[in-house]
Each structure stands twice: as C-alpha cells, then as structure tokens.
C-alpha cells in the first residue's frame, strides 16, 4: 500500500470449518452449462428446474476442492489490524453465518460503527442434494464505517443483495472464489465514490478488480497464491483490454479497439 490509503476495504476471505467441510464432504455438484441456458436471469422456475435435471441425469461435475484453509477469528483480528492504518473509508467483508460476529466483532475493535449482517442471496448457487432440508443461496455482507461526519451523511444503502437466477459462477471466465460481477459492481458502487480506491487483501477470482474496472473505481488486489494471482492478472488485463481472457489466450483482440 505504501503511502496510499483506500477508501473502501472489501473481503471474500476463507469461510469457517463447518462450511469448509462441508463443501468437501458434500455430495454438492455445479452445472457447466447452466449459465448459458436460454432460460431468462428473470425465468426463475425454469432455469433452477434445468439446473436440477442436470443434476439428476449426471451432466454435472463434481466442484474442485478448495485449495486454501478455513479462518476463524484470529486470522480475521489479524487481517483487519494490519489493514486499519491504510483505509479510511467503509469495511465489508462476505462471508458465511459463522464468521459474521467474528468480522463484526473485529470492526468493532477498531472502532467501526457495525450494522446488521446484509444478505448476499445468489439464487440457486447451491443444493442441498441429500434432500433434508434447506439449501443455501445465501452469504452475508457485514459491513462497517468510520464514526464521523462525513460517513454519517452517506446516504441510504440497499438492505440486501438479490443476485440473477443463472449461475454466474459458471461463467467461461471465472475462477473458484469469484463472486457475481453485477453483484460487486453494485456493491463497489455503494459503498465508495467514482474515482475512489477499494484494496481487497483476499482478491481470489478477481472480481473486485474487475468491478472496479467497469465502475471506475481503482483497485489495489492482494492474493497470495502466485498461479491465482496470474490468472487475476490476464483478467484485468483482458477486460482493460476490451476482451476476455479466453478469448486472449486464443489470440482474439477487441473487436472495438481504443473503446
């Protein structure tokens, strides 16, 4: 960060054990192709009803296992400590309904007004296979700012976060931890100003900096695996570029170039 101070600090980082486990012992599947069906993202009913057929007649893959470890709330304490210095504008953290009082307690630490957890509800991200109860479509967005005048008069923001019906975490483009664009754009754009700089210490699918690309933010990711970072680099470096990364590595330039 050096001498620079963001305005907006964003994380997706690690989930608790419970979810951890339980997204490695599951039975849980994702669709490859559900994100292209030509059910509408308003087609609710029927986009979930093709996803579920998928599931059934064994067009699904089994979800890659998660290559980095649970937190609890030490490593959450410890994140938010090294970043209180550098940023002076609104904290957010999505994560499950384990570590949320863990991000609200370390907010509150640092003297950051908190508020209730805020529902991240991506619709039909996740099934409950075994059929004993509910699935779980939701996150939650615990979010804090500083006790001052100026945050005090930001203005009234959304109560939650109700994202498409298709899956965008099976977008051609994405990689495991990426969370949904329209989903961050909209988050990037009410939790800073244009212009402004958000850091995001845990930047794993490259979202954020891809939000903040299309939302004229500035961005400052940290990631620690070097293959993720490289791939989070060929992102942002396709979408300033007009194109995606597939179609780079194929040789494919903009088709509306300087745009």
């Known amino acids: 960060m050096g001498h620079r101070r963001a305005d907006l600090f964003f994380a997706d980082a690690p989930y608790s054990a419970r979810t951890h486990d339980g997204y490695g012992s599951s039975r849980f599947t994702k669709v490859t192709t559900f994100a292209e069906s030509e059910a509408s993202a308003t087609d609710s009913k029927k986009a979930l009803s093709r996803y579920a057929e998928r599931i059934s007649n064994g067009s699904a893959k089994k979800c890659e296992n998660l290559q980095y470890a649970a937190w609890s709330q030490s490593e959450v304490s410890l994140l938010c400590a090294c970043f ?5 504008g609104w904290w957010a953290s999505i994560t ?4 949320g009082p863990c991000w609200e307690n370390a907010f ?8 209730a ?3 991240w509800v991506e619709t039909g991200s996740r099934v409950r296979l075994m ?4 699935s779980n479509w939701t996150c939650w967005l615990i979010v804090g700012r500083p006790r001052n005048k100026e945050f005090a008069r930001w203005g009234t923001l959304p109560g939650a976060y109700i994202l498409p019906a298709e899956n965008h975490q099976n977008r051609p483009d994405r990689i495991t931890g990426g969370k949904s664009l329209p989903g961050m754009m909209a988050l ?7 212009g402004q700089l958000v850091v995001d210490p845990c930047l794993g699918g490259g979202t954020t900096a891809i939000a903040a690309i299309r939302t004229g933010r500035r961005c400052i990711g940290i990631e620690q695996d070097r293959g993720r970072a490289e791939l989070c680099a060929e992102l942002v470096r396709a979408e300033l570029n007009g194109t995606t990364r597939s179609a780079s590595l194929r040789g494919q330039t903009a088709m509306f170039g300087g745009v």
Do not use: Q
């Open 108 to 115: 509150k630490v640092h003297k950051l007004l908190t508020f």
């Open 96 to 99: 499950d309904h384990e570590l």
């Open 131 to 134: 059929g004993d109860g509910p």
């Open 117 to 119: 957890p805020l529902p």
């Open 84 to 88: 209180t210095a550098y940023v002076h």
């Open 188 to 194: 990037l754009g009410d939790y800073s100003r244009e």
